[in-house]
């Protein structure tokens, strides 16, 4: 049982009006959420009213639950905090698992909030409605895709209980469960109380930072592997200061894409492996002593490398803990490390601020017929005029034309790779930034989430979102070529625009692209659809050196 910081337990005699609802929607909000995204049904619809009548936090319903937590997801990914996703008990929650993994996966703390059955009802013995095996089934399925759990069906230890859950979903920066049942929420109900967050082990930081400087120092070819907790914990600032002043090469992994946006550090680009940029690649593979912070080791991540990295040359501090090849510290929080690195930083190589990395710019204004990394450079052209704008990127070649873009916010699910991510998170873009994304997305993600387009009317929602329409599953075909099942209709995405409250126009060649992009990006007053037209059996250049390079690895593999 966690420790809470003191005066909690007299906090708790006092509710001052509060009710569970509203007690829970303050602790939410003291621990940085910055509004809730959702969709009712019964089961929920009294802690919908409390969302609403309190306006603790501004309420975006969206059409379907997927999208819910992707948008909720990627709330959190740009806050680095709770992102929030209320959804009803049974074919609400459950139609949200596949998003709630994603963000497990990738490490996104994503507070779900279910509605449930009232104690009476639970007693009455009937199968209930939305109920699939028992009353706890969905429970038991969300323990799986959670780091924390509760149901919150005794309003004494609720605050407790909320306490653990979100301060849970903050330390380990993944999604967890919050049960409420309908006859509860308005039960009155105190403060939630802060708990005293876990004591960074300052002194076993230290110790571990002097063997990781000592260990930088004594190799010939030190570099450094940043991943997405640089992210979550927002430590971009600290790590390029950090990086700065040690002078070793940087490089950040494929999920940590669109990490240091704006920072200055020694930074080579993204590793890719076979599939990105040699010199990269050569840095982070030919290091012998390379540091991870915050890297998940995934396939996305490692997986396309002819040479495998040693990994008992390596330091990885991930999840909480440091590992050596030969033994661990547990318990050193990664801004910990950061915080003792920096204290004994200096210079041990040369590598400067490098400039930015290498991205292609200047489409020629002609009436050549369009391919995918055409899109990339055309958004390089337009944010080298007019500012970089923030990216959602959807899986399928978006994800790797996201790649050929330059250093900007993006979010993109580089790991798990759900499709349907794209639009809701541009979405969310919009409500937690402020600021007006850029989505790219394929014609197949598109059919699965695109259209929650039409809500953007009702929010006041701009993104300009390209649709990269190749009448294919594209990126299977890369793996497997001969198949017609790969081949989709043209659904013609462009016309629906207007219908759904946006402007579209779809666009073939390079002028039509530049023509189109400008003049999206100055009307601001609804969503812009740019259907962009491709050819099947066309791929940008980092997917055709991904799905190249995962070819030769099979190849090598089966010899
Ligand atoms: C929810 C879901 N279903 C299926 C997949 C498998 C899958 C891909 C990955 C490998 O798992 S890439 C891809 C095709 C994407 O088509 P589109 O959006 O049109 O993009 P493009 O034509 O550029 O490929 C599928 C179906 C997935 N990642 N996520
Ligand atoms: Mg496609």
């Not at 997986?303 to 002819?306: E, F, L, T």
């Not at 497997?480 to 099942?485: L, T």
């Given at each position: 049982m966690q420790d809470f910081a003191p005066g909690a337990a007299v906090e708790s005699?006092?509710?001052?009006?509060?009710?569970l609802a509203t007690a829970l929607l303050d602790a939410l909000k003291d621990r940085g959420a910055r509004q809730v995204f959702g969709l009712p049904g019964d089961f929920v619809l009294p802690f919908f009213r409390a969302v609403q009548e309190s306006a603790i936090l501004p309420l975006y319903t969206l059409s379907h639950e997927p999208s819910v937590g992707y948008a909720a997801d990627a709330a959190a990914r740009l806050g680095s905090t709770l992102g929030v996703a209320v959804v009803t008990y049974g074919a609400g929650a459950l139609n949200m698992v596949n998003a709630v993994a994603q963000a497990y996966a990738e490490k996104s703390p994503v507070v779900v909030i279910s509605g449930g059955p009232g104690a009476e009802e639970a007693r009455m013995g009937l199968g209930l409605h939305h109920q699939v095996k028992s009353l706890n089934s969905q429970f038991e399925i969300f323990r799986e895709v959670t780091c924390a759990q509760a149901i919150l069906n005794d309003p004494d230890t609720a605050p407790f209980e909320i306490a653990r859950v979100l301060d849970t979903a903050l330390s380990m920066s993944r999604p967890v469960y919050l049960e409420i049942p309908r006859d509860l929420v308005d039960r009155p109900c105190p403060r939630v109380p802060r708990l005293a967050l876990p004591q960074a082990d300052a002194t076993a930081a230290r110790a571990c930072a002097r063997e990781i400087l000592d260990r930088l120092r004594a190799a010939e070819r030190p570099a450094i592997l940043i991943g997405v907790e640089a992210r979550r914990y927002g430590l971009e600032g600290k790590l390029a200061a950090l990086c700065r002043a040690l002078g070793v090469p940087v490089a950040t992994t494929f999920m940590g894409r669109?990490?240091?946006?704006?920072e200055i550090l020694p930074l080579l680009g993204t590793y890719l492996g076979s599939a990105g940029e040699p010199d990269v690649a050569e840095a982070v593979e030919g290091a012998d002593c390379l540091l991870m912070l915050g890297v998940i080791l995934s396939d996305t991540n490692f997986?396309?490398?002819?040479r495998n990295i040693d990994l008992r040359a390596s330091i990885r501090a991930f999840d909480g803990a440091v590992a050596f090849s030969h033994h661990n510290y547990p318990g050193i929080l990664l801004e910990a490390l950061v915080d003792a690195l920096a204290e004994i930083a200096e210079p041990i190589g040369s590598a400067a601020a490098a400039p930015s990395p290498r991205y292609t710019t200047g489409l020629v204004y002609d009436d050549t017929p369009l391919e995918p990394s055409d899109v990339a450079t055309a958004l390089n052209d337009l944010f080298a005029t007019s500012g970089v704008m923030p990216i959602a990127a959807d899986v399928g070649d978006s994800l790797f034309v996201g790649l050929e873009v330059c250093e900007t916010d993006l979010v993109a699910?580089?790991?798990?790779?759900?499709?349907?991510m794209g639009v809701p998170a541009g979405l969310a873009i919009c409500t937690a930034t402020g600021r007006r994304p850029v989505v790219l997305v394929g014609d197949g993600a598109f059919q699965m989430t695109g259209w929650e387009l039409g809500n953007c009317r009702r929010y006041g929602w701009a993104p300009i979102v390209l649709v990269l329409n190749n009448r294919s599953w594209e990126m299977l075909r890369c793996f497997?070529?001969?198949?017609?099942?790969h081949d989709l209709d043209d659904w013609h995405f462009a016309q629906m625009a207007v219908p759904l409250g946006g402007e579209g126009v779809r666009v073939e060649t390079r002028a039509q692209l530049k023509d189109a992009l400008a003049a999206a990006y100055r009307d601001g007053r609804s969503f812009q659809l740019i259907e962009v037209m491709l050819p099947r059996g066309k791929t940008s250049r980092s997917l055709c050196r991904y799905s190249a390079a995962m070819r030769q690895l099979s190849v090598l593999k089966d010899e």
């Open positions: 005699r006092r509710t001052n009006g509060r009710t669109g990490l240091f946006a704006g997986g396309v490398s002819y699910p580089g790991y798990y790779a759900s499709m349907g497997q070529p001969d198949q017609p099942y």
